[in-house]
C-alpha cells in the first residue's frame, strides 16, 4: 500500500508542476485590481463610512453617464406634468435668501458635496429612529436647497408610505404616487409631477424651483411593507438617476417597521434625523444599528433650541438691515 500511495503522490505532484509551466513562462504583466474610488475616510467621522455603490470608469464622469431604459420605460423630462402649488412656507426655510435657518441648510449641503468628492454619492434616503423627529422636514429642504444650488435637477420622493406628509408641505396632489408605482398601477411619468413656473414665493424668498421633480407617497396602507421591497425601487432609481443630479428618498422611521431598510438598498447613502432634546441616545443607537449594512452618511440634529450668532455677525441674518 506505501507504494501506490507514493506513486499516487508523485503523479499528481508532475501534474501540478505541467500546469505552473505555462504560467512560468509567461510574460510578466501588471496584476488586475479592482477599482476603487474612495480616497480616505475622514478621521473624524462619527459612524464608520461604508463603501457606496461602484463607481464607474474613470474615463467616463460619475454625473454624466448616458440615459438607458430600464423595462421598456424611459423619461422624458419634459412631459412632467406641471401642477399648481400651495407651499407651506412656514416650513420651507431653505427657499429664504438669507437667515440663520437658510444657513444651516446651505452647510448642509456643502458637506454632502464633500462627500460626493469621496465616492459617487447621488441617491440619499432620509430617515429617523421614530415618528416626530423631522425627517420630512430635513428631506423637503435639503432637495430645495440642492435644486438651488448650479441649478441641480432634482428628484425628492415620499418614501413614507404609510404616512406620506411631503405633499402637504409642496402643497400638490398625493395621487397618484410611489405605492402606485411598486404595485405597478402607474408609470413613472404618470406619479411624477413639478410645480408650475407661474408660482410665487413670499418676499424676499426664491419662486419654487422647475428643477425640482417630485413623487408622493400615494396610499400604500398595509402594503407598503411588501412595496418598499419591491425591485421596481430599484428599477425607478436607476431609470430617474441619468436624469437627475441628486435624488432625495424621505422614508418612514427605522425602528417602528421595516420599510426604510428596504427602500436604503437602492440609495448611495443614509442621513439619519435626530431631534434636539427629544431623541435619546440608545435610540439614535438602535437606528443606526438597523441600517449597518448601508452607508450612513451621518446624523442631522433638528429642532435645536440654541442656535449661534455667528451668521448674525457675517451679514447673513435676515433681520440686518
Known amino acids: 500500500m506505501s507504494r501506490i500511495y507514493e506513486a499516487l503522490q508523485k503523479a499528481?505532484?508532475?501534474?501540478?508542476?505541467?500546469?505552473?509551466?505555462?504560467?512560468?513562462?509567461?510574460?510578466?504583466?501588471?496584476?488586475?485590481?479592482p477599482m476603487t474610488t474612495a480616497v480616505a475616510e475622514p478621521e473624524d467621522a462619527a459612524f464608520p463610512m461604508h463603501r457606496f455603490a461602484e463607481a464607474p470608469i474613470a474615463a467616463e464622469p460619475y454625473a454624466e453617464r448616458s440615459p438607458r431604459r430600464v423595462d421598456g420605460e424611459s423619461l422624458d423630462l419634459s412631459r412632467i406634468p406641471a401642477r399648481p402649488w400651495a407651499l407651506s412656507l412656514p416650513q420651507l426655510p431653505s427657499l429664504l435668501d438669507r437667515g440663520p435657518a437658510v444657513e444651516q441648510f446651505r452647510s448642509l449641503r456643502s458637506r454632502i458635496y464633500e462627500l460626493r468628492d469621496i465616492s459617487p454619492l447621488k441617491t440619499i434616503l432620509v430617515s429617523s429612529g421614530v415618528p416626530q423627529e423631522g425627517k420630512s422636514f430635513i428631506s423637503t429642504n435639503l432637495a430645495l436647497s440642492l435644486a438651488r444650488h448650479k441649478n441641480s435637477k432634482v428628484l425628492l420622493i415620499d418614501g413614507d408610505m404609510r404616512r406620506y406628509t411631503l405633499h402637504q408641505?409642496?402643497?400638490?396632489?398625493?395621487?397618484?404616487?410611489?405605492a402606485d408605482y411598486l404595485a405597478g398601477k402607474a408609470s413613472a411619468m404618470e406619479v411624477m409631477q413639478r410645480p408650475e413656473i407661474s408660482q410665487t414665493a413670499m418676499p424676499g424668498a426664491t419662486p419654487i424651483l422647475p428643477n425640482l421633480t417630485f413623487i408622493a407617497g400615494g396610499n400604500g396602507g398595509d402594503k407598503a411593507a411588501d412595496l418598499s421591497g419591491s425591485p421596481r425601487f430599484g428599477?425607478?432609481?436607476?431609470?430617474?438617476?441619468?436624469?437627475?443630479?441628486?435624488?432625495i428618498v424621505d422614508s418612514s422611521p427605522v425602528l417602528p417597521v421595516s420599510d426604510a431598510v428596504n427602500l436604503a438598498r437602492w440609495c448611495d447613502g443614509v442621513l439619519l434625523v435626530a431631534r434636539g432634546g427629544v431623541t435619546k441616545f440608545p435610540v439614535a443607537q438602535r437606528a443606526q444599528s438597523e441600517l449597518k449594512a448601508s452607508n450612513i452618511l451621518g446624523f442631522v440634529l433638528n429642532a435645536v433650541q440654541e442656535t449661534p450668532e455667528i451668521g448674525g455677525y457675517y451679514g447673513y441674518d435676515a433681520t440686518a438691515q
Open 12 to 33: 499528481e505532484s508532475e501534474r501540478k508542476s505541467e500546469r505552473r509551466e505555462p504560467e512560468l513562462g509567461a510574460p510578466d504583466q501588471p496584476a488586475s485590481s
Open 235 to 247: 428599477e425607478l432609481i436607476r431609470m430617474a438617476a441619468p436624469y437627475f443630479d441628486w435624488i
Open 169 to 178: 408641505i409642496l402643497g400638490c396632489e398625493s395621487l397618484p404616487g410611489l
